[in-house]
């Protein structure tokens, strides 16, 4: 079996070809204008063709008529990197030109994709998905890392019952301030470690009725509906640190004067793990 199968359309040769490693890095020798590699949209595209999650949809490698890569470089830069043959379609001959007009199209995201799917509170259910993710890989809030809709998808393929709750993830975020990305996270934590204590914790969240100072859900309640926090400290890592810090002193029965987490500095703290 060779490795191209030949086509052609009226004015431009288009062919699909089966991109092994070496053939990427031969292609990569004409990514000459361009723009810049983003290495963390590589290492998600590589993470899909390792495990076999990424799939054909007509995407294709394009080559101006003076053989420069006009564009597909994460795509073949991924490749390498997996150390896979994916088959790509490829095209030549395009006027240089036309690679101003590539990409221009908005990028659909997971809550878009998860809308054609018609799954209920898809936007808060992205944002709970895309966390877990992160969770899953290491990550606590502090990274950048990119993950592709088949990642995301796998996520919620293993972990189906977050859809329960999402009502109760948005009403924490409407009523107690708590953002659908954090709330998810935490919902999906605690759910995992009691399951009667974290509805009624995230139950108590959502009322600012009959709470006293010193409750740990009340302090909690108090950091997220202060909008004057000090800079960065409305960040998901922050907001993510204290609501596990909370969680963590209502599991244990005790009371907390001031809900905090020192990220940064001389002395920056461990983030918490929920118990």
């Not at 101006?64 to 830069?77: I, K, N, P």
């Not at 101003?100 to 054609?116: C, I, Q, S």
């Not at 898809?122 to 998905?129: C, F, H, N, Q, R």
């Not at 409407?174 to 709330?183: M, Q």
Request: zero cysteines; proline letters at 4%.
């Amino acid at each position: 079996m060779t490795n191209v199968v030949a086509m052609q359309t009226p004015d431009e040769p288009v062919r699909v070809e089966k991109i092994t490693p070496e053939l990427a890095h031969h292609y990569l020798g004409f990514n000459t204008h361009n723009r810049n590699l983003r290495s963390r949209v590589v290492s998600a595209y590589a993470a899909d063709m390792k495990s076999g999650n990424w799939d054909w949809n007509g995407e294709s490698i394009k080559f101006a008529s003076d053989g420069t890569l006009l564009d597909g470089q994460h795509r073949l830069a991924a490749i390498l990197e997996a150390g896979v043959t994916v088959p790509m379609l490829v095209i030549r001959g395009l006027p240089a030109r036309t690679q101003e007009t590539m990409d221009g199209g908005a990028k659909r995201k997971f809550a878009d994709v998860l809308n054609l799917r018609g799954e209920k509170h898809y936007v808060t259910l992205a944002a709970a998905i895309r966390s877990i993710t992160e969770w899953n890989d290491g990550g606590r809030f502090s990274t950048n890392k990119a993950f592709t809709n088949a990642q995301l998808l796998a996520t919620l393929e293993a972990n189906p019952w977050i859809r329960d709750g999402l009502t109760t993830i948005n009403l924490a975020s409407s009523r107690g301030g708590l953002p659908a990305r954090v709330g998810g996270l935490l919902w999906w934590l605690t759910q995992r470690i009691d399951t009667e204590d974290s509805d009624y914790f995230f139950e108590r969240l959502s009322t600012d009725e009959n709470h006293h100072s010193g409750e740990p859900i009340y302090e909690l309640r108090k950091v997220l509906q202060n909008s004057t926090s000090v800079r960065g400290e409305r960040s998901a890592r922050f907001l993510a640190a204290v609501s596990i810090k909370a969680w963590n002193k209502y599991r244990d029965g005790e009371s907390v004067g001031q809900l905090k987490f020192r990220s940064g500095g001389a002395k920056p703290e461990t983030f918490p793990e929920p118990r």
